[in-house]
């Protein structure tokens, strides 16, 4: 048996484990009040003593969220920083998995957490939840690493590179002036605009001229910005530990402004960072998400608990939406009327999330003309059986104004009925839905990934660009087919983006799944 110890000054959370975390997983708990209290019990004993420890990492009343970090932090470096003495027991226990939980994990814990080795955060104290974290950061404890990780912090003046190797904190810690700040602004102000396709009157819609030098220029105008040979030294150091690029994870954290809660560079496509060395997108060689770092206040949703692998209820909503429509003092491409053609694949989506979520609980909702389908999807999303992942397939459009609607069809046929992204993340966020998957096109604009992060969504996979309808059911067929292998959602977003690479050469497709993530679970 495990015998756990846990720090926390709230007695009723102590009471809560001590009293059922035995009976549930077999562990053994202690429970102390503070860190410094924790450090002189462990002072001394051996170092099979205890096998854990689980610190919680909210602040109590009286006290600043601040301040409890800065004592989680100097506990786990004293921790960490333990000799073994003359009689041969520890100091502290140095090597212990240190567990650290908080129902709204701030960015604070999660730095704690990335910093040292065998050292997880939890947004979820279940008693399987804590059971299983313990067996996984055990399990890894001595052995060699699964993953690495490249974070590119990004704010309104500040630049920083974390790179972190799996069970065994950052290795390497880079921050770069702001110089780059007028290249970036020049990139978030042309594409905010730019489009990858064309319409012209008359004419059928083609790609735009010069999409694949657009594209290289861009990333080579960030690797040179973001001075991506000194990155370069970072992954050779993590490469060491992982041996193969595909297991470094990259991920470009925006934060927001202290003045407001705008982010920077939303616009800039940094998923095509470009290596000059290897000649290719990093996307095509490794996972790459976005992040937004959101403030304390701003947290209204709960990060992924633990690992995920998201083989759990399926909810896939079929909108089958064509027509015409207006919204007063809203104009589409200049235009008060909206008009969307029928789409194919509909069926053909659907058809291969059975096909290969055969394990999963799969449930369609098919929206059609004739009936409220806003109120049936809300409905469907605020029913008591709560959906882990929503596939919503169909029309999405990005008004003038940059606000994002997915179109659902009217109570009449040809009608159309815009749903405001911003009412269906509240809706998703209500219904604790942990991944949303817009196959739709212009789904993936900051309007609307960024607002399903901001209502707590803790990871969103849509369109930047619009595309292919064959090619964007293609990406998402292979990304249900890695989900349902139990891969990472790290590595089952890259494997979809590579395959669809590789089957649809001469396609700008690949350049536009957007991944953006809430916490470090999606690399596991």
Not at 150 to 163: D, K, N, Q, R, W
Not at 225 to 230: A, G, P, R, V
Request: hydrophobic letters at 40%.
């Amino acid at each position: 048996m495990t015998r756990l110890l846990v720090v926390s000054s709230d007695s009723r959370w102590r009471f809560y484990l001590e009293h059922g975390l035995g009976t549930a997983t077999g562990i053994e708990v202690a429970s102390i009040d503070d860190c410094a209290t924790a450090l002189h019990e462990l002072q001394g004993k051996s170092a099979d003593h205890f096998g854990a420890i689980l610190v919680d990492g909210a602040a109590p009343t009286g006290r600043s969220q601040d301040e409890v970090e800065h004592e989680i932090d100097s506990f786990v470096t004293r921790l960490r920083g333990a000799k073994k003495g003359e009689s041969g027991k520890t100091e502290v226990a140095c090597n212990l998995p240190v567990l650290l939980w908080s129902s709204y994990p701030t960015e604070g814990l999660s730095r704690i957490a990335g910093r040292f080795e065998s050292t997880r955060l939890l947004a979820n104290d279940a008693y399987e939840t804590i059971g299983a974290a313990l067996t996984a950061v055990t399990a890894k404890s001595g052995k060699g690493a699964e993953y690495a990780s490249v974070e590119l912090e990004i704010g309104p003046a500040s630049l920083s590179v974390l790179a972190s190797v799996d069970g065994k904190g950052v290795i390497a810690q880079i921050s770069h002036t702001s110089a780059w700040r007028p290249d970036l602004e020049d990139l978030e102000e042309k594409f905010r605009t730019w489009a990858l396709w064309q319409r012209n009157e008359g004419q059928q819609p083609r790609y735009t001229d010069y999409w694949s030098a657009t594209f290289k220029e861009a990333g080579q105008r960030l690797a040179d910005k973001l001075d991506y040979e000194q990155i370069r030294g970072a992954i050779s150091e993590c490469l060491e530990h992982v041996n193969e690029l595909h297991k470094i994870h990259f991920r470009f954290s925006l934060l927001a402004s202290e003045v407001d809660a705008t982010f920077p560079y939303v616009n800039v496509p940094f998923e095509l960072l470009y290596d000059t060395v290897k000649k290719d997108f990093i996307r095509s060689l490794a996972p790459v998400a976005r992040r937004l770092r959101l403030k304390a206040d701003q947290r209204t949703g709960i990060p992924l608990p633990g690992t995920r692998t998201f083989s759990q209820h399926l909810l896939f909503v079929k909108s089958n939406a064509h027509g015409s429509c207006e919204i007063p003092g809203t104009l589409f491409g200049g235009k008060q009327q909206l008009v969307l053609p029928p789409l194919d694949t509909l069926d053909r989506e659907f058809e291969e999330v059975q096909r290969t979520r055969t394990s999963t609980a799969v449930e369609k909702l098919e929206l059609e003309a004739g009936a409220d389908c806003m109120q049936a999807l809300q409905d469907k999303l605020q029913s008591h059986v709560n959906p882990e992942v929503v596939h919503f397939s169909g029309h999405s459009v990005r008004a003038d104004d940059g606000s994002v609607y997915l179109i659902l069809p009217g109570k009449n046929p040809g009608e159309l009925r815009p749903l405001a992204v911003s009412d269906f993340a509240v809706w998703a966020r209500q219904a604790q839905v942990e991944l949303v998957l817009l196959s739709s096109c212009l789904s993936s604009t900051p309007d609307s990934v960024f607002r399903l992060a901001q209502v707590g969504i803790p990871a969103v996979v849509g369109f930047r660009w619009e595309v292919e309808e064959n090619e964007a059911a293609y990406f998402t067929g292979h990304l249900h087919r890695e989900l349902a292998k139990k891969a990472p959602l790290a590595r089952a977003f890259h494997a979809a983006i590579s395959a669809v690479r590789r089957d649809f050469p001469g396609s700008p497709t690949f350049a536009s799944p957007m991944l953006v993530v809430q916490n470090d679970e999606w690399t596991s």
